[in-house]
């Protein structure tokens, strides 16, 4: 997948929220399959809500706007 800079603005647009409830994301990697690996940070890295956040916020947006990406997975 060669979006990667599409992909970085995208997340640009998601941090304000993220970063208003004290937490951020910060891209890993993708993967050639689709798969995007992002890392939850601070108050998001331990948030019982931060798989509710990554599927229905992060990896929702993306899939919207990038149909090549598969999923969207959190890494420590």
């Known amino acids: 997948m060669e979006n990667k800079e599409k992909v970085k603005e995208i997340i640009d ?3 304000p ?3 208003a409830e004290g937490g951020d994301v910060e891209l890993v990697e ?3 399959d689709g798969t995007i690996k ?3 940070l601070g108050t998001c890295g ?3 809500m931060s798989q509710m956040t990554l599927k229905m ?3 929702r947006i993306l899939k ?3 149909p090549e ?3 969207v997975v959190a890494v420590p």
């Open 17 to 19: 929220a993220l970063q």
């Open 69 to 71: 990406v598969k999923e």
């Open 64 to 66: 919207e706007e990038i």
């Open 38 to 40: 992002v890392r939850l």
């Open 13 to 15: 647009k998601i941090r």
């Open 57 to 59: 916020g992060i990896e």
């Open 46 to 48: 331990g948030c019982p």
């Open 30 to 32: 993708i993967e050639e």
